[in-house]
């Protein structure tokens, strides 16, 4: 799949999940990060309809052990957190598994186990009025979850208390007058040169065929995973995608994410959201496939609930960077 390898530094992956093997070419995003994934956010959004939340879930908190400066950080399971809990859960985990500031700044939360410490942070950070909803609701939902615009909110107040550097979050979408050919390597620099690894947000989305053929596109489930490391793209040659090494804190382990280009099947996805005073939500939908598509067979994010003849699929569409 990747017909050039570069020689990197040795890539960070947690003891005991050697589930697929991690090339030697692959680049190592910053100097030892992981973040987890975990799903909120909407779920049954609709071409220019309102949407409900949903999230995917996680399981099992682990001991102190990651704390030390050893090239294996954990990835936190959310289980007893709540089914919800994947916003604060990913930002723990790269938490933990960042530079020195970020794990200083792990430490620092209340708690002797993972899981007192994630609580801590909901309990602090999460649970304050939502900027996205206009205060209707608390950033973090225990039913619904957290926004990607609340996650970024709740990680850099808790960064700035802890004098480590601000975060900021971007939509991922082709940009006007951009190729896809560059679009892909745009995103993959961000990757590469990213000083925390990147929480991802990845959506999955089916068209259902209404009346005249006309699809109706809906999106399905949503869910934050944490690229830890990439491969690298050719610099001379043509390419079609690169592989993401990512961690899943749903499962609790690392998982094979392999984003591309969709050059000939046009689809339609959302791409942010506007709350009204009332806390209703409004998606707005971009056309002529505007993210990179992904490929995870340890994924599902609802795509098997659609008919054998609708056309399903993943799509990367917003990072915390």
Known sequence: MFSKRAKTSRLWYPKGMNRFSLRQGSRVISAGFLLAACASAPSTEKVGGSVDEAGSSLAAASTDAAFRAAPDPVVFKQGPIGSMACGPCSLYNALVAGGPRHRAAARALPGSSHEEKVRALIAGYGSVPSEVYHGKRSRYDAKRGTTSGDLVALANDYLSQQGAPAVEGRWLNRLEDETQDEQLRRVHRAFDSAALPPVIEVRSFHADV????????????????????????????????????????????????????????????????????????????????????????????????????????????????
């Open 210 to 321: 209404k009346e005249k053929g006309d699809p109706l596109w809906e999106g399905l489930f949503g869910h934050f995973l944490v690229v830890r490391a990439v491969d690298p793209l050719p610099e001379s040659e043509a390419a079609s995608g690169f592989l993401m090494h990512c961690a899943d804190s749903y499962t609790g382990r690392m998982i094979p994410v392999f984003a591309s280009i969709e050059r000939f099947r046009p689809y339609t996805a959302t791409n942010g959201f506007t709350v009204d005073e009332k806390g209703k939500e409004q998606w707005r939908w971009a056309r002529n496939s505007p993210y990179l598509l992904l490929t995870a067979p340890d994924l599902s994010l609802r795509t098997q609930r659609a008919d054998w003849y609708e056309r399903s699929f993943m799509a990367l569409t917003w990072g915390l960077f």
